[in-house]
């Protein structure tokens, strides 16, 4: 049985009664029904996290970023359950799960080392955080704990009325014989559905037209992380896995191995190339802006400190100023920027406020001038995403560029049209005429269809008519594994 309206859709989760479906579809928690009831339906627009629990009826758990929302699919209202305590120096929650005892499973990213992992947490007593263990991600089912260690997925139990895992821990991959990318996805008292990842399949880079022709692939991805091209179209940025952590790598774009650029902070995304492509600046695991010399020489700097949460956007195209956005616990993502010092990387210390209002607005990107007049960017002041212009260094104006949801804006280099991804996955070119005072909005023109991820598929070339995007390797997705009476399996040796 196919969904219908659910392309781009990911992470399905059922509910209680099995008569509906919930996924993921870019920062929407979209539900279907399976008897007939019409289609898919947006419960919220702006989860974080592409991973919730449908616990009872009208109690769907998703992650908020800094919170733990209680969504009601009837209403579609959002209710917050559980903030991040930031004297503990927590930074964001991710994957919660309701245990039948009340409490929170959350995977935890923190400022402090060692100390993001998976928590247990009472929403009737906020305070109350339990370390169970240091990981990743994490799954539950029939009363264990899963979680990656290493190349294994390994399990313990978890005594509910004690709070703490008690027993031996058991290796799932051996005992199991799945890998430590399978995910489980749905369980039924001793019966478990996986799905498993195409391992060694991977992602890879190609060229496509404006018509959606594909040339050939220039490069492989080891994951659906994003990445960039350098200005001089000679390098690429992207993250790869090293034991457990992702770190900046580079290549050159015409051919080549990666290159491991980061070895002491570990990063998440968000790459941004100084314009003479001889810096890159990169989200550290902890969400600060980091930074490296492209060439490897240097050292790995952290250019901003918590506890705000930073994501680098773009760096404008005469070297003075970087843009990036900021979560307040109050007003959400902010739009920021500072200068650049005269040793060529940006100062923290003489930062400012672009867009600072009760919505979210973030991905700046600056237009392509010697001295940039405008910002193209993503709000939510409607309800759903949408890119915006407004003038700089100053929010002067405002026109609204995409009406049918919008995501990753980029520019043409030749500052007259502006790309993003609609609400349908489909990248559609915007025509734009800037003067010094105005915007002069002009045809939208669909272009071919993205993958929908929560990070950017693609970039721009230098002519503005092709561009480079992410595509699996291997279009065949391997099918769920059922396996039945697991924990019999378990105790076999």
């Keep these: 049985m196919r969904l219908a309206g659910s392309e781009g859709g990911r992470f399905p989760f059922w509910s209680p009664d099995s008569r509906s479906i919930g996924y993921h579809q870019g920062v929407k928690v979209v539900r279907a029904r399976l008897d007939g009831g019409g289609a898919p339906q947006t419960l919220y627009a702006g989860s974080s996290s592409a991973l919730s629990h449908w616990a009872r009826d009208e109690e769907i758990y998703i992650s908020l970023g800094t919170a733990v929302g209680k969504l009601h699919p009837s209403t579609g209202q959002v209710s917050r359950v559980v903030s991040v305590d930031s004297a503990r120096g927590e930074l964001s929650f991710h994957r919660p799960y309701l245990l039948p005892n009340g409490k929170l499973l959350l995977s935890i990213r923190t400022n402090r080392p060692g100390e993001s992992g998976v928590y247990l947490i009472s929403p009737a007593i906020p305070n109350e955080r339990k370390l169970l263990v240091v990981s990743t991600y994490f799954d539950f089912a029939g009363s264990r704990l899963f979680w990656g260690n290493g190349d294994s997925q390994v399990a313990r139990r978890l005594d509910l009325e004690k709070g703490e895992l008690t027993g031996e821990q058991e290796t799932v991959s051996a005992m199991l014989g799945v890998e430590a990318t399978d995910r489980i996805v749905a369980h039924g008292g001793s019966n478990l559905a996986l799905r498993r990842a195409n391992v060694g399949a991977g992602l890879k880079l190609v060229w496509i037209d404006r018509a959606g022709r594909a040339g050939s692939e220039i490069a492989r991805l080891g994951s659906p992380h994003s990445f960039r091209m350098s200005p001089d179209g000679a390098q690429l940025s992207s993250f790869r896995r090293v034991s457990g952590q992702n770190y900046l790598h580079v290549r050159p774009a015409k051919g080549g191995a990666w290159n491991r650029l980061t070895f002491q902070i570990g990063s998440v995304g968000f790459r941004v190339w100084s314009p003479n492509s001889k810096y890159v600046l990169f989200q550290s695991a902890e969400f600060q802006i980091a930074g490296k010399a492209s060439d490897g020489s240097g050292p790995e700097e952290l250019i901003t400190k918590p506890p705000g949460r930073q994501w680098p956007t773009d760096w404008s195209k005469d070297g003075s100023t970087v843009l990036y956005y900021e979560f307040d616990a109050k007003t959400q993502r902010d739009i920021r920027y500072m200068p650049v010092g005269e040793t060529g990387k940006p100062d923290p210390s003489k930062a400012r406020v672009y867009l600072q209002t009760p919505a979210n607005e973030y991905y700046g990107r600056f237009s392509p ?99 480079l995007v992410r595509a699996p390797v291997d279009e065949r997705q391997a099918p769920l594994e059922v396996i039945i009476n697991w924990p019999g399996l378990l105790g076999k040796r």
């Design 369 to 467: 001038e010697a001295r940039p007049r405008w910002i193209a960017y993503v709000s939510d002041e409607t309800g759903r995403d949408e890119v915006y212009m407004q003038g700089f260094p100053e929010a002067r104006g405002k026109w609204q560029i995409s009406t049918v949801g919008g995501r990753f804006p980029e520019w043409n280099p030749n500052g007259k049209e502006i790309f993003y991804m609609g609400d349908d996955s489909m990248l559609r070119a915007v025509s734009v005429r800037l003067s010094d005072t105005a915007v002069s909005v002009g045809k939208t023109t669909k272009l071919f269809p993205l993958s929908n991820e929560a990070n950017s598929s693609y970039d721009v070339g230098p002519d503005g008519n092709r561009f």
